[in-house]
Structures are given as structure tokens and as C-alpha cells.
């Protein structure tokens, strides 16, 4: 009898049916939201539970997070077209990080795949 390796799916999640091999049906709304609103809601209520317990952990509460977006979309409407320019040079510094780490990672699972 051979095992499953530990990287594998089971194949009930690869054919959209159930545990219990049921069909699950596939409407627009599961396909957007990626399974049923009611898991998708406990998903989020889980990890928003889980968010919010680290930012309060921190001392960063609700409502600095909410003046701060707000502070940082007035800023970028009041530079105008200089807010382009600032958000590209922050694109610009992300990707210098992102892109070599994405790469050496997809690198790395396409050679774990050959196997």
C-alpha cells in the first residue's frame, strides 16, 4: 500500500466535490469567494480574530490603522501627479526585494516538481 506524500492533495480537492464525494456545485459566488460564503465567512472571522489579537498585542488600535489610511489617501491626493511618482519609486523598492525572492522561489518548486 503506498502512502500519500505529505505535498499531496487529496483528490476530493482537486475535483470540487466533497469529502464525501458529492459534487459540490460551482456557482459564480463560490468560484469568486473560493468555496462556500459560510467557510469563507468562518475563514476570515477566524483570521481577523487572529489579526486583531496581534494588533492589540502591539498597542496599534483600530482607529489609528483607519487615520492613517486615511492620512496616507489624503497625502497622495494632494500630491497629485507627484503621488505617481512616489508610488513608482515605492513599486520600484519593493520589487528590487520581491521579484528575486518570487523567482528563487518558483526556482525552487519547479525543480521539486521534476521529481
Same mark, same amino acid.
Given at each position: 500500500?503506498?502512502?500519500?506524500?505529505?505535498?499531496?492533495?487529496?483528490?476530493?480537492?482537486?475535483?470540487?466535490?466533497?469529502?464525501?464525494?458529492?459534487?459540490?456545485? #460551482?456557482?459564480?459566488?463560490?468560484?469568486?469567494?473560493?468555496?462556500?460564503?459560510?467557510?469563507?465567512?468562518?475563514? @476570515? @472571522?477566524?483570521l #481577523? @480574530?487572529?489579526?486583531?489579537?496581534? @494588533?492589540?498585542?502591539?498597542?496599534?488600535?483600530?482607529?489609528e490603522?483607519?487615520?492613517?489610511?486615511?492620512?496616507?489617501?489624503?497625502?497622495?491626493?494632494?500630491?497629485?501627479?507627484?503621488?505617481?511618482?512616489?508610488?513608482?519609486?515605492?513599486?520600484?523598492?519593493?520589487?528590487?526585494?520581491?521579484?528575486?525572492?518570487?523567482?528563487?522561489?518558483?526556482?525552487?518548486?519547479?525543480?521539486?516538481?521534476?521529481?
Amino acid at each position: 500500500m503506498t502512502t500519500p506524500s505529505p505535498n499531496s492533495v487529496p483528490p476530493h480537492w482537486q475535483t470540487g466535490q466533497s469529502a464525501a464525494g458529492q459534487p459540490q456545485p #460551482s456557482t459564480p459566488i463560490t468560484r469568486f469567494l473560493g468555496g462556500s460564503p459560510i467557510g469563507v465567512f468562518f475563514r @476570515l @472571522l477566524v483570521l #481577523s @480574530l487572529l489579526v486583531g489579537a496581534f @494588533l492589540m498585542w502591539a498597542d496599534i488600535r483600530p482607529a489609528e490603522v483607519w487615520r492613517s489610511a486615511l492620512h496616507l489617501v489624503d497625502m497622495l491626493w494632494s500630491m497629485g501627479f507627484g503621488a505617481i511618482q512616489a508610488m513608482g519609486d515605492y513599486i520600484l523598492a519593493g520589487a528590487i526585494i520581491v521579484v528575486p525572492l518570487w523567482l528563487v522561489i518558483r526556482l525552487l518548486t519547479m525543480r521539486g516538481d521534476d521529481r
